[in-house]
């Protein structure tokens, strides 16, 4: 068995910051793509941002040069710090990550997700 289990939310004024973690365990080989989505009501979730196992990364345009997404493998967690918050990022956010069990099964697994909300 896999989990995902997030950390990090919570209520933030405009221009905070908050750090989000993800910590995967159970019978884990090896952890391929990593990432962060973010969905809305009535909204389709959408990619916050994305990490590789080789180190690439990329965001979407509405986050780029304020969140910044690093992994660290040796604790099998993937890490979202948020800067410059805006209302706009209120959301709940779900970590995503692509891993090979000790079984040599592939899957993708999702977090239970953590309520960001940008306020005054």
């Known amino acids: 068995q896999v989990q995902l289990v997030e950390s990090g939310g919570g209520l933030v004024q405009p221009g905070g910051s908050l750090r989000l973690s993800c910590a995967a365990s159970g019978t884990i080989r090896s952890i391929y793509n990593m990432g962060w989505y973010r969905q809305t009501p009535g909204k389709q979730r959408e990619l916050v941002a994305h990490?590789?196992?080789?180190?690439?990364?990329n965001y979407a345009d509405s986050v780029k040069g304020r969140f910044t997404i690093s992994r660290d493998d040796a604790k099998n967690t993937v890490y979202l710090q948020m800067n410059s918050l805006k209302p706009e990022d209120t959301a709940v956010y779900y970590c995503n990550a692509d891993i090979l069990s000790v079984r040599n099964s592939r899957n993708t697994y999702w977090g239970q997700g953590t309520q960001v909300t940008v306020s005054s």
């Open positions: 990490a590789t196992s080789g180190g690439t990364t």
